[in-house]
């Protein structure tokens, strides 16, 4: 593995022409996003190129330009797999540890592809054979912006890829509000904007298509599933399968939900627990130093980002949660720094 080198990648993208990019699973806005941003330049410069992701994405990312040419490995398996060991080149884009890639894994490591990861994530593994990792970044969107520019300067930002730009770093942002976001990334969105970017349609399309259902979710879960524990400045929600049945849940309906404990005055740890496919996923966000990085990596067999990370749970959601607050006292003088 070794650091990026623009030159030699330069190098590898003109000595080859079939490229996979893929992402992690359970995607996201700066999984999508960044994929299909990347996927749009090669395309472009008539690569062979193929988007390969592990699942499908929530309904509410669905508009993004190229979602449809998307390979998705759950629906089409063996088209995946086969695009995956043909490649030349696979892009890892927005994840740094190949077990992110779900079933997907085994043919990511079988693949003989050079490969070159791109992401944001700390801590990253050593699967790549060339690595961009800048876990400072607000989002593997705001990178991408600038690798394109450095491979080929910022004329080659069709508005096409512009918008999927704009998308990931707007989700991953917590629309430019989340403590990564620098005045790089806001110099980002503002060539992306002179490019002709509709942000306000970007915004309606990402936040304005909830289910009623969904609101009425989340009001659930507010008035009726919300614990707060003073002491060590901390609140969690959770939600069974029975609730999610209750509100008609599709995927990505709950996104975002976990950031409601932290707009509480003194609230400075948040977590999300919910019953997923018979294991329990968890969402852990925080303001200022507590790291859920290194809470989730501990605990939870997941990781993250330091004020944002996730795992998951093979506990029951109940004994989950126990071992939730059962944890919490030895983290007080962290939490109440
Ligand atoms: P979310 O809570 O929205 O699912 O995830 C928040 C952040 O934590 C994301 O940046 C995501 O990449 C990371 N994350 C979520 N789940 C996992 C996991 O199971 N393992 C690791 N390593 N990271 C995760
Ligand atoms: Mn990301």
Same mark, same amino acid.
């Given at each position: 593995?070794?650091?990026?080198?623009?030159?030699?990648?330069?190098?590898?993208?003109?000595?080859n022409?079939?490229?996979? +990019?893929? &992402?992690?699973?359970?995607?996201?806005?700066?999984?999508?996003g960044? #994929?299909?941003?990347?996927?749009?330049?090669? /395309?472009g410069?008539?690569?062979?190129?193929?988007?390969? !992701?592990?699942d499908?994405?929530?309904?509410? %990312?669905?508009?993004?330009?190229?979602?449809?040419?998307?390979?998705?490995? %759950?629906?089409?398996?063996k088209?995946c797999?086969?695009?995956?060991?043909?490649?030349?080149?696979?892009?890892?884009?927005?994840?740094?540890?190949?077990?992110?890639?779900?079933?997907?894994?085994?043919? #990511?490591?079988?693949?003989?592809?050079?490969? !070159?990861?791109i992401?944001?994530? $700390?801590?990253?593994? &050593?699967?790549?054979?060339?690595?961009l990792?800048?876990?400072?970044?607000?989002?593997?969107?705001?990178?991408?912006?600038?690798?394109?520019?450095?491979?080929?300067?910022?004329?080659? !930002?069709?508005?096409?890829?512009?918008t999927?730009?704009?998308?990931?770093?707007?989700?991953?942002?917590?629309s430019?509000?989340?403590?990564?976001?620098?005045?790089?990334?806001?110099?980002?969105a503002?060539?992306?904007?002179?490019?002709?970017?509709?942000?306000?349609?970007?915004?309606?399309?990402?936040?304005?298509? #909830?289910?009623?259902?969904t609101?009425?979710?989340?009001?659930?879960?507010?008035?009726?599933k919300?614990?707060?524990?003073?002491?060590?400045?901390?609140?969690? *929600?959770s939600?069974t $399968?029975?609730?999610?049945?209750?509100?008609?849940f599709?995927?990505?309906?709950t996104?975002?939900?976990?950031?409601? @404990?932290?707009?509480?005055e @003194?609230?400075?740890?948040v977590?999300?627990? *919910?019953? +997923?496919r018979?294991?329990v /996923?968890? &969402?852990?966000?925080?303001? @200022?130093?507590?790291?859920?990085?290194?809470?989730?990596?501990?605990?939870?067999?997941?990781?993250?980002?330091?004020?944002?990370? @996730?795992? *998951? &749970?093979?506990?029951?959601?109940?004994?989950?949660?126990?071992k939730?607050?059962?944890?919490?006292? $030895?983290?007080?003088? $962290?939490?109440?720094k």
């Amino acid at each position: 593995m070794k650091k990026i080198d623009v030159t030699e990648i330069e190098q590898v993208v003109e000595d080859n022409n079939k490229i996979v +990019v893929t &992402s992690h699973g359970a995607p996201d806005g700066d999984s999508i996003g960044s #994929a299909l941003a990347l996927y749009h330049y090669l /395309k472009g410069l008539g690569k062979d190129v193929s988007v390969v !992701i592990p699942d499908d994405a929530p309904r509410f %990312l669905h508009w993004i330009p190229g979602y449809d040419e998307i390979n998705i490995h %759950l629906n089409d398996t063996k088209h995946c797999e086969e695009l995956m060991a043909d490649a030349e080149v696979l892009f890892c884009l927005d994840f740094n540890a190949l077990s992110r890639l779900f079933r997907l894994t085994p043919s #990511a490591e079988a693949s003989k592809a050079i490969k !070159i990861c791109i992401d944001h994530h $700390q801590e990253p593994n &050593s699967f790549p054979d060339h690595l961009l990792s800048e876990p400072g970044k607000s989002s593997t969107a705001e990178m991408i912006f600038e690798f394109i520019c450095l491979l080929d300067g910022e004329s080659v !930002i069709t508005k096409e890829i512009g918008t999927c730009i704009y998308t990931g770093i707007l989700t991953d942002t917590g629309s430019f509000k989340f403590s990564s976001t620098s005045s790089d990334t806001h110099r980002v969105a503002a060539s992306l904007i002179a490019l002709g970017v509709n942000i306000a349609e970007i915004d309606d399309n990402i936040f304005g298509t #909830a289910k009623k259902e969904t609101v009425q979710l989340l009001g659930y879960c507010l008035s009726e599933k919300m614990v707060v524990h003073e002491e060590f400045q901390t609140a969690f *929600m959770s939600l069974t $399968q029975e609730e999610m049945v209750r509100f008609k849940f599709e995927k990505g309906d709950t996104e975002g939900f976990v950031n409601y @404990g932290l707009t509480i005055e @003194g609230v400075r740890f948040v977590a999300f627990f *919910m019953e +997923v496919r018979g294991i329990v /996923k968890v &969402s852990l966000r925080s303001i @200022g130093d507590f790291n859920t990085n290194e809470f989730a990596r501990a605990h939870f067999n997941g990781g993250g980002h330091k004020n944002a990370s @996730g795992g *998951m &749970s093979k506990l029951s959601i109940e004994e989950t949660i126990e071992k939730f607050e059962s944890l919490l006292p $030895q983290y007080k003088d $962290q939490l109440n720094k």
